[in-house]
Structure formats: structure tokens, C-alpha cells
């Protein structure tokens, strides 16, 4: 009998492993994908002019892969590492709670969510397997505990005097937002819960419609129900930036007509440039730069169309004439299941891809970085 009691341990170990060891690495490694090219070529004007600006983007959902920040790793595009080398000072790094099992553009209900079976997967805790909150407080915690172990050399950023001195250190600093407010379950005290855990960019809506009210790829295309307007109000009130990437035209409407505090669009491209049901109408967009919010333009197909480096420098310079140079960002969606031609430590070849376009160097500045360090500066709490 002793033999048997062996053999089934094996097995289970081995299974343990193929399934928390292999599988979801191997599900990032494939769904976080960098398109094969030769090593961009960057000129010495452009990487001197590239180390003079504080490169900011609006949107990685690394928090949701099981790879260790801290070290450079081969798959996907964003890790302490690659953003150093890529210049970056400010990332926004966003929770993924919840997710249809496909992420149609079209349309998804709101019944069925994909992610339990990563979380087991990435042995992440039991508590975050049936909550959606506790999956928002754990990522959370994911960043918290990188700012502890790089000792000084990751700034966990939760108002303007930590952002402000990660600058002057020339320190990376982090912003943690969620993609779409789904963890507050329908309960308004946990936007304080959330506040507390640093949480400082609230995405209102992500692929499906919420209890704030309906997605951009929902089934309803509603407006913010009354508890999205009483959430909004209180995430304003508190200090947070509101997100309304993936959200409906109507939610940003009524966003647009309840506060008046600047929004963002974190990740996300624009219709006139790139048709696609990702995108928002331009009116709209331009609606929201009048606000005095800032737009995060993508690096993927969904966004850009064409998701080649040229191409991203195309539609943020279409994006400035139809917004205005300080309402243009970059919003990657770097490890958002997403396809890009460029990881974070190439991003000095965006500037170059910008200055052969034509840009100004001040132009360049601006949204390539200047103008997200300027609004979290302006927006983030005292
Ligand atoms: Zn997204």
C-alpha cells in the first residue's frame, strides 16, 4: 500500500506544479505579448531629449500576474526594471477584479467571471477567490509590499508630496487605481475602505455593466445609477481621479455633469484617428479635454488600429489636434491581455517615432510624461 500512497503523492505534486507553477505563467507569457521587431534604433538627439521628461502612463494591470516586479522577467511589458530603463517616473498600476471569460468590444453580461480560476491558479489568497473587494485590497497590498522590499526605491505615490519627492529623487513612484469600481459590491463605505489601501484613480466600469452603471461593452449602454452617482461623489470628495475608460457614453456624460473635477480616460483610443467600438466619439473626448481631463492614448490594435510604433505616434498626434497638446497622455494598457510592439523599456523609441513625425521637443515633453506628472501634482490629495 505504501507504494500507492507514493505514487498518488507524485502525482499531486506534479499537478500542484503543471497547475500553480506553469499555467498561469504560461497564460501571462501568452497573453501579454510584445511583437517580434529588431531593436528600434534611437538617435542621440531623441534619447538625450527622452531623458529630460518624467515618461508617465495611465494604465498596467501588471498587479495581476504572478511575476515578481522587482525583477526583469521575458514576458509581458511592465516590471520595475523595464520602466527604469524606459524613463518612466510615474505608472499607473490598476487592478483587474473582474472579467467576462471573453472580453468582446461588442457586448458582455455581467454573470460569469473568468478570473476565479487565475486566482487559484496564482495561489493568490482564499479571500480574494469569492470577493471582488478583497481582490482590489490584495493588489493593493501587492504594491505596498514592493515599496517595503525596493527600500526606498519605489515610491507607493498616495498624494501630491509623495509624488512630488519621488520626482525630486528621481525615484519611480506608483498610483494604484482599480479598472472599474465592481470591489465597492454595491456598498458605498468601501471607498474608504479602498482610500485607505491607497487607492487614488477610480475606473468606474470595466467590460461589463456594474452596479455604478453601465460599460461601454455592456448590455444596457445606462447612464450612472444612483449609487454610481453617490460613489463618484464620495471618490471626488475623498481626492480620487475618476477613470471612465470602458465606461458607456452616457456614464461619461453624467460623470461630466456631476463634478467638476477633471477626469481621465486611462487607456483608450480615438474614434476619428481609429473606428472602433473601443473608442468614444471624438465630441465626447473633446468634451472631456474641455473639462480639463486628460486622455491615455493605448498601444493595442483595439485602441490604435495598427498597433505599430508609428502608427501609437500617429494617433497621439491626432489626439493633439483634436484635444489640445495638454490633454494628451500615454495610457498603454501595458499587460492588459494586450498585443503591443513595444515593452516598457523601449518607450525611448516612441519619442523618437514622435520626433520623426514632426513633434515639437516641448510637444514631446508634454505627453509623453509632463502632462500626467502636471495633473497628478494638480489632482491627486494634499
Ligand atoms: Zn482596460
Known amino acids: ?119 487559484v491558479a496564482q495561489a493568490w489568497p482564499v479571500a480574494t477567490w469569492g470577493s471582488i473587494f478583497e481582490r482590489a485590497i490584495y493588489q493593493a497590498s501587492r504594491l505596498e ?55 487614488r484613480v477610480m475606473g468606474l466600469q470595466h467590460f461589463f455593466d456594474n452596479e455604478l452603471g453601465g460599460s461601454l461593452h455592456g448590455e444596457s449602454g445606462a447612464g450612472l445609477t444612483a449609487f454610481g452617482r453617490d460613489a463618484v461623489t464620495k471618490a471626488v470628495s475623498k481626492g480620487m481621479i475618476i477613470d471612465v475608460a470602458h465606461s458607456s457614453e452616457q456614464v461619461v456624460r453624467d460623470v461630466l455633469a456631476l463634478t467638476d473635477k477633471p477626469i481621465i ?31 491615455g492614448v493605448g498601444f493595442w490594435d483595439g485602441a490604435v488600429c495598427d498597433p505599430s510604433i508609428d502608427h501609437v505616434a500617429s494617433a497621439i498626434i491626432y489626439a493633439i489636434a483634436l484635444l489640445g497638446i495638454e490633454h494628451v497622455a500615454l495610457g498603454s494598457d501595458y499587460d492588459g491581455t494586450v498585443t503591443t510592439a513595444f ?12 520626433m520623426d513625425a514632426g513633434l515639437e521637443d516641448d510637444e514631446i515633453y508634454a505627453v509623453m510624461g509632463g502632462n500626467t506628472v502636471r495633473f497628478f501634482l494638480e489632482h491627486l490629495p494634499d
Open 145 to 199: 509590499g514592493l515599496e517595503h522590499r525596493e527600500d526606498g526605491a519605489f515610491v507607493f505615490a498616495k498624494n501630491k508630496s509623495d509624488l512630488q519627492s519621488a520626482l525630486d529623487q528621481g525615484v519611480l513612484a506608483g498610483v494604484y487605481g482599480v479598472e472599474g469600481a465592481h470591489p465597492l459590491e454595491g456598498n458605498l463605505e468601501n471607498v474608504d475602505g479602498l482610500f485607505d489601501v491607497g487607492l
Open 1 to 119: 500500500m505504501k507504494w500507492i500512497g507514493g505514487i498518488a503523492l507524485t502525482v499531486v505534486l506534479i499537478g500542484a506544479y503543471l497547475f500553480y507553477g506553469v499555467l498561469s505563467q504560461r497564460y501571462d507569457a501568452q497573453h501579454n505579448l510584445v511583437l517580434a521587431h529588431e531593436p528600434y534604433v534611437v538617435s542621440e538627439a531623441a534619447r538625450a531629449l527622452h531623458e529630460t521628461i518624467p515618461v508617465a502612463d495611465l494604465h498596467s494591470d501588471m498587479l495581476l500576474w504572478n511575476r515578481d516586479p522587482s525583477k526583469r522577467h521575458k514576458r509581458g511589458h511592465t516590471d520595475l526594471p523595464r520602466l527604469r530603463e524606459g524613463g518612466v517616473a510615474l505608472q499607473v498600476f490598476t487592478a483587474v477584479t473582474k472579467t467576462p471569460p471573453a472580453l468582446n468590444y461588442d457586448k458582455n453580461s455581467s454573470d460569469k467571471d473568468a478570473l476565479t480560476l487565475l486566482m
Open 265 to 295: 480616460v486611462s487607456h483608450t483610443g480615438v474614434n476619428g484617428h481609429c473606428d472602433s467600438p473601443r473608442n468614444i466619439s471624438d465630441d465626447l473626448m473633446k468634451e472631456i479635454a474641455d473639462h480639463g481631463g486628460l486622455i
Open 343 to 354: 515593452d516598457a523599456s523601449e518607450l525611448p523609441a516612441l519619442t523618437q517615432s514622435l
